[in-house]
């Protein structure tokens, strides 16, 4: 009998180890030991933490998180973009043959593999290319012109982990296909400049023109004579970088190459009528529109596909650039016809999610920034019939559209207004034992505190005229 005993006393733990039948031969407490000794055979480090570079977003986050993809969404839909998803993984030669050979993201940062077929694939670093791909393979030449598509989506590069750089990260992106035309891209640089001015964090953007590629060519030319006769000057890493991919030297931010730089020839001196007129226009848009803008005559980008217009947005107050930019675009006229398409232009831009987290929170740190206000409505309960009540009332108002904060648990009512005050709700709708009975809601102004009792059955038209949905 003491066996049975022993046996009955963990059922549960016993169920987790998948082996519910107990051996005669078990110890005492034969779970405990059983994981010890897995958690010490796979003791590998970081067995159990993420993949280096890449993390998790937790409740913590997701506020902001969402703040940002309900931005990102709301504006790409005002100015007519349609989502689109494509596969995360990708044939390598898209990127390889798209972003070229010779940039880091290609040489050293993507996350190859064959599958078990022998096919060899990727870990999309970039959408853009995809997008590319997708405007060809379901034939959108054929749709009315441009085609404009918006995304959200990880990405992966293999790059040094350090404050703003993943491994795994997020892009919220518009590509605009099918037309060559300055509004294309002022219109673009406005929604990606936008989406982080409504986001509260002051901006800049960086831009310059890098022509066509004929143009770009006839510079690189130049380019590489100069860095060749200032090579004893430069850095070990834009030596290297002179014949590989010389454009790649002007990003450097070692002081030595940028006084090289500074001095060398300039790619708008490079330019044509037709690029300078394109690039002037571009402009004339964003002075119109009230976007600051700084002329970077450095700025290139690190991928092959782009040509005129290319843009980057930092935070406006940072003088430090070593974390990046908060996002980047450009026009990519090549790029369809690169990959097969017909010869049709293309423009758009990508935000980075993670840097926009840490814009975010460094503001917030700065000015004790409260977060925006989310408004909305807080259904509180207290006891078991409200709390029963409260569950059929959520159902109600979820039908009607209409979406309120709670807890389901059994917080005290205190914890809970607590809760509606810091998420800044507007009211907070209060069920317990009385209003069961009564059938009512105690409906609390939360600046004022003020309380009104009203009827259960009238809490839809209630809560939409609390929420300035209906009069
Ligand atoms: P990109 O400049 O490589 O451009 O990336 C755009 C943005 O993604 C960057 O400005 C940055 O905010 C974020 N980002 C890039 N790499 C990382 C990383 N390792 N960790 C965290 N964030 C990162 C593109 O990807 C182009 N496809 C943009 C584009 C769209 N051009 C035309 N259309």
Request: hydrophobic letters at 35%; charged letters at 25%.
């Given at each position: 009998m003491?066996r049975?005993?022993?046996?009955?006393k963990?059922p549960?733990?016993?169920s987790i180890?998948?082996k519910p039948?107990?051996?005669?031969t078990?110890t005492k407490?034969?779970?405990?030991?059983?994981?010890?000794k897995?958690v010490?055979q796979?003791s590998?480090?970081?067995?159990y933490?993420?993949v280096?570079?890449m993390?998790?977003?937790?409740?913590?986050?997701s506020?902001?998180?969402?703040t940002?993809y309900?931005t990102?969404?709301?504006?790409?839909?005002?100015?007519?973009?349609?989502?689109?998803?494509?596969?995360?993984?990708?044939?390598?030669?898209?990127f390889?043959?798209?972003?070229?050979?010779?940039?880091?993201?290609?040489?050293?940062?993507?996350?190859?593999?064959?599958?078990?077929?022998?096919?060899?694939?990727?870990?999309?670093?970039?959408?853009?290319?995809?997008?590319?791909?997708a405007?060809i393979?379901?034939?959108m030449?054929?749709?009315p012109?441009?085609?404009k598509m918006?995304?959200?989506?990880?990405?992966?590069?293999?790059?040094r982990?350090?404050?703003?750089r993943?491994?795994?990260?997020h892009q919220?992106?518009?590509?605009?296909?099918?037309?060559?035309?300055p509004?294309?891209?002022?219109?673009?640089i406005s929604?990606a400049?936008?989406?982080?001015?409504?986001?509260?964090?002051?901006?800049?953007?960086?831009?310059n023109?890098?022509?066509?590629t004929?143009?770009?060519?006839q510079y690189?030319?130049?380019?590489v004579?100069y860095l060749?006769?200032k090579r004893?000057?430069?850095?070990?890493?834009?030596?290297?970088?002179?014949?590989?991919?010389?454009?790649?030297?002007?990003?450097?931010k070692?002081?030595?190459?940028?006084?090289v730089?500074?001095?060398?020839?300039?790619?708008i001196?490079?330019?044509?009528?037709?690029?300078?007129?394109?690039?002037?226009?571009?402009?004339?848009?964003?002075?119109?529109?009230?976007i600051?803008?700084?002329?970077?005559?450095t700025?290139?980008?690190g991928?092959?596909?782009?040509s005129?217009?290319?843009?980057?947005?930092?935070?406006?107050?940072k003088?430090?650039?070593?974390?990046?930019?908060?996002?980047?675009?450009?026009?990519?006229?090549?790029l369809?016809?690169?990959?097969?398409?017909?010869?049709?232009?293309?423009?758009?831009?990508?935000?980075?999610?993670?840097?926009?987290?840490?814009?975010?929170?460094?503001?917030?740190d700065k000015?004790q920034?409260?977060?925006?206000q989310?408004?909305?409505?807080y259904l509180?309960?207290?006891?078991?019939?409200?709390?029963?009540?409260?569950?059929?009332i959520?159902?109600?108002l979820?039908?009607?559209?209409?979406?309120?904060h709670?807890?389901?648990?059994?917080p005290s009512?205190?914890?809970q207004?607590?809760?509606?005050?810091?998420?800044?709700v507007?009211?907070?709708?209060?069920?317990?034992?009385?209003e069961?009975?009564?059938?009512?809601?105690?409906?609390?102004?939360?600046?004022?505190?003020?309380?009104?009792?009203?009827?259960?059955?009238?809490i839809?038209?209630?809560?939409?005229?609390?929420?300035?949905?209906?009069?």
């Amino acid at each position: 009998m003491p066996r049975q005993k022993t046996s009955t006393k963990k059922p549960v733990k016993k169920s987790i180890t998948k082996k519910p039948v107990v051996k005669k031969t078990s110890t005492k407490k034969p779970v405990k030991k059983s994981i010890t000794k897995h958690v010490k055979q796979s003791s590998v480090p970081g067995s159990y933490s993420t993949v280096r570079g890449m993390k998790d977003i937790t409740p913590k986050d997701s506020i902001d998180w969402m703040t940002i993809y309900h931005t990102a969404e709301s504006i790409a839909h005002a100015y007519n973009f349609s989502y689109v998803e494509t596969p995360v993984v990708e044939h390598a030669q898209l990127f390889v043959r798209s972003i070229g050979k010779g940039t880091d993201v290609v040489d050293k940062e993507m996350y190859l593999f064959e599958d078990r077929d022998g096919a060899k694939l990727c870990l999309r670093p970039e959408m853009t290319a995809s997008i590319a791909r997708a405007y060809i393979n379901h034939g959108m030449q054929s749709l009315p012109q441009p085609v404009k598509m918006w995304y959200w989506g990880s990405m992966f590069r293999h790059d040094r982990p350090q404050a703003g750089r993943y491994r795994q990260f997020h892009q919220f992106g518009c590509e605009t296909v099918g037309e060559h035309s300055p509004i294309v891209d002022a219109e673009l640089i406005s929604v990606a400049y936008n989406t982080i001015r409504d986001l509260g964090i002051d901006a800049m953007v960086h831009i310059n023109s890098i022509g066509t590629t004929e143009e770009r060519e006839q510079y690189i030319i130049e380019l590489v004579g100069y860095l060749r006769s200032k090579r004893s000057y430069l850095s070990d890493i834009s030596k290297q970088r002179i014949n590989k991919n010389p454009l790649r030297v002007l990003d450097s931010k070692d002081e030595q190459d940028v006084a090289v730089i500074q001095e060398g020839p300039q790619i708008i001196d490079w330019l044509g009528d037709a690029s300078k007129r394109f690039f002037m226009s571009v402009l004339e848009y964003l002075d119109e529109l009230s976007i600051p803008y700084v002329l970077d005559s450095t700025l290139v980008r690190g991928l092959d596909y782009y040509s005129d217009t290319v843009f980057e947005i930092f935070p406006e107050d940072k003088e430090d650039k070593s974390q990046g930019a908060l996002g980047g675009g450009g026009r990519y006229n090549p790029l369809i016809q690169q990959l097969g398409g017909q010869d049709v232009p293309g423009s758009g831009f990508s935000l980075g999610i993670e840097r926009i987290m840490i814009a975010l929170k460094e503001k917030r740190d700065k000015e004790q920034y409260v977060a925006p206000q989310l408004g909305g409505l807080y259904l509180a309960q207290l006891g078991e019939q409200a709390r029963k009540r409260t569950l059929y009332i959520l159902e109600l108002l979820r039908r009607e559209g209409i979406i309120v904060h709670h807890n389901l648990a059994k917080p005290s009512l205190k914890v809970q207004l607590e809760k509606a005050n810091k998420i800044n709700v507007s009211h907070t709708l209060i069920i317990g034992q009385k209003e069961v009975q009564d059938g009512t809601v105690l409906i609390r102004n939360m600046e004022s505190g003020i309380q009104e009792i009203v009827d259960q059955k009238k809490i839809v038209n209630v809560a939409k005229k609390l929420l300035g949905i209906q009069k």
